[in-house]
Every structure is written in structure tokens, then in C-alpha cells.
């Protein structure tokens, strides 16, 4: 006679899988995937490590820059210059936002294209930063307007007072300022009204001078006849 066994029920979980606890589930994965799982691990460092070192982008500024090569004694007008974002560490002092007063401004020095302006390169008191306290431009006209063509803003030269004829006077010559840099000259052209009210700018150099340098060329001209000599630049100490 058969004998027959009634099928126990089955009992929820126990299955095989569902019935481990999780840490047990997530042990079997991992060693069945070890190499997977390093590789996910090593790109989740790398990440991290590429967001640690790349920099947030810098706060900009806008910054006038010449828009085109210009020469020195260039008088501007608003196509010549653009405005363009630089980080605001990088923003020289005297630097212009905008174009307000740059039109009708003459340049003392030649600008590449995409140099940022600032007011030093300008005909006017910019021209003196730098300088020691109570320095001033001081113009000068020279007895050989062509000598003018031998000096550029930059060089230093000595400034000479020439008195006399030779004949019923003798001639005497004195320095009346040694080692003065040149900030601008007639040769670099342009508009004259900065520093000739006459207009008349043949044999004109504007000089940068201490005060009491520039006591002793104040008026120099009406004295005799001035001329200079390139000096060399002082050995540093």
C-alpha cells in the first residue's frame, strides 16, 4: 500500500538569497565582483581628487586694453581701445573701467594690441607715477630742435643751461638736473596743448624732475639755451 507525505508549506524567505541577512548579500556580491568594484571605488577617489584641485573660476573685472597696435603720441578715440574681463588680482592701479575721457587722450608710449591702459601711458600727470613725492613734469624746449630725434621716454639725460656768446660774453655752461628721466617728446607728435600753450612743440621734452630740479629748469630757457646728454642708468646698489 503506498504510503503518501503531505508537502510541507513553504515559509516565507526561505529561500535560498532572501532568507541572508544583507551584510551577507552585499560580502557575496563583493567577492563575486571584486574587481568592479575596485574600479568603481578608484574613479570615485579620482573625482574627488580632480574637484579638490581645480580651481573655482576667478571673480572678473572689466579692464579697458588697446584694441589695435598703437604708436606712441596716437590721439585716441573709442575704436582704438575695447573692454575686456580679467581677474580682479591682475588689475594694475590707474586702470580704466570705462571709456569715459579716453577719446581726444594722447598716448606717451606705443601699446600692443590687448595691453590694458592705465594712466601712466597717458600725456598728463599719470606720466608721473612713480615718481618721488613733489616731482613734476617740467617741459623744456632744446636750442637744437633736431637732437629731439636722438631721445625717447625711458632715457635719462642731464639738462644743460648754456649762457653767453663767447664773444662779448664769455660762454658758461651749467647742469641744472642730472640723470632725469624724459616722459615725452615733439617726435612722438600728437596734440601739443598739454604742454605748449603757443602749440609750438619743434625741439619740446617733458622731463620728470624732483622739486628742486625742477626750480632750477623753471624758466631755464629764457636764461640761455638749453641742451641735454644721455646719461646711462645707475648701477644698482
Not at 149 to 162: A, C, D
Not at 202 to 230: E, I, N, P, Y
Request: net charge positive; with cysteine; proline share 9%.
Amino acid at each position: 500500500m503506498a504510503s503518501f507525505s503531505t508537502p510541507r508549506p513553504s515559509l516565507p524567505g526561505s529561500g535560498r538569497t532572501s532568507g541572508r541577512p544583507p551584510h551577507r548579500r552585499a560580502a557575496r556580491w563583493l567577492s563575486r565582483n571584486r574587481r568592479l568594484a575596485v574600479a568603481l571605488l578608484l574613479c570615485v577617489a579620482a573625482g574627488l581628487v580632480v574637484q579638490q584641485l581645480t580651481p573655482s573660476p576667478a571673480a572678473t573685472v572689466a579692464a579697458l586694453a588697446a584694441a589695435r597696435d598703437l604708436p606712441a603720441g596716437s590721439v585716441l578715440d573709442s575704436g582704438d581701445v575695447r573692454t575686456v574681463a580679467v581677474p580682479a588680482g591682475l588689475i594694475p592701479n590707474g586702470s580704466f573701467a570705462g571709456a569715459e575721457g579716453i577719446p581726444g587722450s594722447q598716448l606717451a608710449v606705443a601699446l600692443r594690441q590687448g595691453q590694458l591702459l592705465t594712466d601712466s601711458q597717458f600725456l598728463g600727470p599719470g606720466l608721473l607715477a612713480g615718481s618721488p613725492p613733489g616731482s613734476a613734469a617740467v617741459p623744456l624746449r632744446m636750442a637744437d630742435p633736431g637732437s629731439i630725434q636722438l631721445v625717447s621716454p625711458g632715457q635719462l639725460v642731464s639738462v644743460i643751461l648754456t649762457i653767453g656768446n663767447g664773444f662779448e660774453q664769455p660762454a658758461e655752461s651749467q647742469v641744472l638736473a642730472a640723470g632725469v628721466p624724459v616722459l615725452w617728446t615733439s617726435a612722438q607728435g600728437g596734440t601739443p596743448g598739454l604742454w605748449s600753450a603757443s602749440g609750438e612743440t619743434d625741439g619740446l621734452m617733458v622731463v620728470a624732475a624732483a622739486a628742486d630740479q625742477a626750480r632750477q629748469l623753471a624758466g631755464a630757457s629764457t636764461r640761455g639755451k638749453l641742451f641735454f646728454v644721455l646719461v646711462g642708468a645707475a648701477a644698482p646698489g
